[in-house]
T-cell receptor
């Protein structure tokens, strides 16, 4: 049981290049999230998904796109990378809350360190 | 939207002493307040959480308190050990979306 796995772990991009970050979870969770972590700013939500085929914008969605074609995978795309997108990216997943429960624990991957030069 | 403020940004304590980290939130509809520990090079990991219908929760050396009226919650670590050194994040959530504080780097001095 691997939990949440992110690929790749490190990447260096040139300005204007594109790439896709892959997140895979094996816990059959409905909810998946992409966060970015910058020094002194905590983790900020980029996009999230409440189920296969659905996506929604978070706090800082500009410059990113996502897709959830399969329940276990959540992809984060950068179409034209900018230096401001240099960050550590974390994927997380959580199960759908049972009836009467408002929130459930979010499980995080190990992160992807992205540098845009 | 929700805004979470966390203090202090850095905290250094002697081994065996207690550490306290405080957070405030702005959205009175938030009803779930987890605390995450992040070790170097790893993703955040949940250490304790509290829901809005509870004022205090304890798990061995770790406790969390919640004051809904004042919209603040705190993490208390007693009898600190070297392995408690890490970055700690508070968060507030409703409808399954977490908003994080800025983080506290806790250093335990031997």
């Amino acid at each position: 049981n691997a939990g949440v796995t992110q690929t790749p772990k490190f990447r260096v991009l040139k300005t204007g290049q594109s790439m896709t970050l892959l997140c895979a979870q094996d816990m059959n969770h409905e909810y998946m999230y992409w966060y970015r972590q910058d020094p002194g700013m905590g983790l900020r939500l980029i996009h999230y998904s409440v189920g296969e085929g659905t996506t929604a914008k978070g706090e800082v969605p500009d410059g990113y796109n996502v897709s959830r074609l399969k329940k276990q995978n959540f992809l984060l795309g950068l179409e034209s990378a900018a230096p401001s997108q240099t960050s550590v990216y974390f994927c997380a997943s959580s199960e759908m809350p049972p009836l009467g429960v408002m929130n459930t624990e979010a499980f995080f991957g190990q992160g992807t360190r992205l540098t845009v030069v | 939207g929700e805004n979470v403020e966390q203090h202090p940004s850095t905290l250094s304590v002697q081994e065996g002493d207690s550490a306290v980290i405080k957070c405030t939130y702005s959205d009175s509809a938030s009803n779930y307040f987890p605390w995450y520990k992040q070790e170097l090079g790893k993703g955040p990991q949940l250490i304790i959480d509290i829901r809005s219908n509870v004022g205090e929760k304890k798990d061995q050396r770790i406790a969390v308190t919640l004051n809904k009226t004042a919209k603040h919650f705190s993490l208390h670590i007693t009898e600190t050990q070297p392995e408690d050194s890490a970055v700690y994040f508070c968060a507030a959530s409703r409808a399954q979306k977490l908003v994080f504080g800025q983080g506290t780097r806790l250093t335990i001095n031997p």
